[in-house]
């Protein structure tokens, strides 16, 4: 394991592998590492994600990161995970000059594809954001590459990764201390769905075709259905297309 400091109070480290940096993090917290820091994985061999789902995570192929902090008490678990991947709509921008953009509430999209997600855990008072970007996805079996899109077109290289896990505590260190009123706008900037119809798949509403009007100050789907109802959605999963996962 390496130890890389972006400032003196947040260390990086850095494994080369992990079962899941969310888990590594988790154990790194209960053995008295104090908060904040963040864990960057060349690989996961139990990468998950919301509800959970497996998350792909080979070797040096993507970003698998989790930041640990202490649950800031004036964010909803709503505001920290639309927070996050705002940050990591900035950080693509910072290090590779791409506009990714985000499927509500934790998707992570380029090219109408997912390439990304977040999944934000509470433990007690502490907080763990894991984020997963796929860089680079040649190595992907043939069905995931239907859904999954990759931002590069050549393997990252360790410094590229190292150097966008630095970025990305940057962004989450400013994005997680900003007003939320600010963060949210942005959010909403980067949805891919706004004013579109898209496809409820769990939680109230499931099966339904639905307009997003709006993602409320909470991080809330504001949704209209057919009769011109609208109802705000608090959790949930929402698909692009009838035909796929996204
Ligand atoms: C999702 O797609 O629902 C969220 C995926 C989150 C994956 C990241 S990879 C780093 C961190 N460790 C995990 O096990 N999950 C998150």
Known sequence: MKEDRVNRASPLFHLAAADSTNLAAKRFAEGGQ????????????AGRGRRGRPFYSPGDSGLY????????ADRSPGQITCAAAVAAVDAVMTCYGIRISIKWI???LY????????????T??????????????????DDLKETA?????????????????????????????????????????????????ILVRSGTL??????????????????????????ILEDGDVSLSGKDAL
């Not at 896990?165 to 706004?194: C, G, I, K, N, W």
């Open 34 to 45: 104090r908060l904040p820091f963040a864990v960057l994985a060349d690989s996961q061999s």
């Open 65 to 72: 990161f989790t930041y640990a902090l202490a649950s800031p």
């Open 106 to 108: 934790n998707d992570l």
């Open 111 to 122: 090219r109408q594809k997912k390439i990304g997600g977040i999944l934000t855990e509470q």
């Open 124 to 141: 007690g008072s502490r907080l763990f954001i894991g984020i997963g970007i796929n860089l680079w996805t040649a190595g992907f079996p």
């Open 149 to 197: 899109g990759s931002l590069l077109k050549a393997r990252p290289s360790e410094d590229r990764r190292l150097i966008l896990a630095r970025t990305l505590m940057e962004a989450l260190d400013r994005r997680l201390h900003d007003e939320p009123v600010e963060t949210m706008r942005e959010y909403r900037q980067s949805l891919f769905h706004l004013n579109r119809l």
């Open 206 to 231: 499931e099966g339904s075709w639905i307009l997003t009007r709006n993602i409320d100050e909470f991080g809330r789907l504001v949704a209209e259905t057919e009769d011109g109802t609208l109802h």
